[in-house]
């Protein structure tokens, strides 16, 4: 069968680095370019293990890659990069499959949003798609089982890796800071709130925060009620809206950031309700940099070529 050709701007970055070992071990996909300003010329090889080939980086003007023919290009990008590389595309009236791994589309309604557990059914052949954010991912799958029973604004309390502030030095990814220390940040107003709130279709509130180690999130969300329930009425719901999704796992326990590293799949335990049944507390995890991100990307590119949904992610 023929070779999907797929571009990757912005491949420097962690998320970068995930999706060419994705790529590289894909059944249909392969790369038919790589950009990077800092490693431009290098050889993707010496800078990726297991990938095979002579594809070097590149550093070329936007304006070229149209010209690329590439069947889908991935941006991997900070938020507001997205626009103008769109733009070359849509002048040069070239149409690939793009996937926006930043913020920038996500309230674009054009746009398809990609969670496929919650959104696939939404998915009409739309060539441009936008990757959900990586706390975003955490927060709706803990969420959405219980979304006609909400009462109220949910809270959210998230920690992430210092992965997830992206290779640009910071405050945020300063591992002497991060020592011994929970740095929380934009505590009102995140872009993931919004997103969240915008997708649920209910007022989320977020509260981030980073912690020493590199990879995974811990969720924790707090969702008040507007009936009582039981635990087992609880568990119920979201084994049964997950039971078919092989990148969802619920447990009984509350699950472990160190487990989840490394791991494409998330997980949603640690069910617990206040006495009159009408707070529920849920804990998700999840590798930011996979489910997160690359591999998120990967479900939205076999999804826009029709192929199967979890090809070349390992389970």
């Known amino acids: 069968m023929s070779r999907i050709r797929v571009g990757l701007v912005g491949a420097r970055g962690y998320t970068g680095a995930e999706l060419i070992r994705l790529f590289a071990a894909h059944p249909r996909f392969e790369l038919a370019f ?103 991912t955490a927060m709706q799958l803990a969420i959405a089982p219980m979304a006609n029973v909400l009462d109220g604004p949910v809270q959210c309390f998230g920690v992430s890796g210092y992965s997830g502030a992206g290779t640009t030095p910071s405050d945020k990814n300063n591992v002497e800071l991060l020592r011994d220390n929970l740095m929380p940040y934009a505590l009102t107003g995140h872009v993931h709130e919004r997103e969240v709130s915008k997708q649920l279709g209910h007022p989320v509130e977020f509260m981030p925060h980073v912690a020493p180690h590199f990879r995974g999130i811990t969720m924790t969300a707090n969702l008040h009620l507007s009936i009582a329930f039981e635990r087992e009425e609880v568990l119920a719901r979201y084994r049964g809206r997950y039971a078919d999704e092989p990148l969802v796992r619920v447990q009984d326990d509350a699950p472990w950031v160190s487990n989840i590293a490394g791991r494409h799949h998330v997980e949603i335990g640690g069910f617990t309700l206040s006495g009159d049944g009408r707070r529920l507390v849920v804990v998700a995890t999840e590798d930011n940099l996979l489910k997160g991100a690359a591999t998120q990307a990967l479900q939205n590119l076999n999804l826009a070529f029709g192929l199967e949904e979890l090809g070349g992610i390992p389970l």
């Open 34 to 136: 790589v950009t990077s300003r800092e490693l431009d010329g290098q050889r993707v090889a010496d800078h990726n293990p297991g990938f095979a080939g002579a594809l070097r980086y590149s550093s070329p003007d936007y304006r070229d890659l149209p010209g690329f023919g590439a069947d889908a290009v991935v941006l991997a990008l900070p938020n507001g990069k997205a626009a103008h590389i769109v733009q070359q595309f849509d002048e040069a009236g070239a149409d690939p499959v793009i996937v926006d791994l930043s913020a920038d589309y996500r309230f674009d309604p054009s746009w398809y949003y990609g969670l496929p557990e919650l959104t696939r059914t939404r998915y009409a052949g739309q060539r441009r798609i936008s990757n959900p954010g990586c706390y975003a």
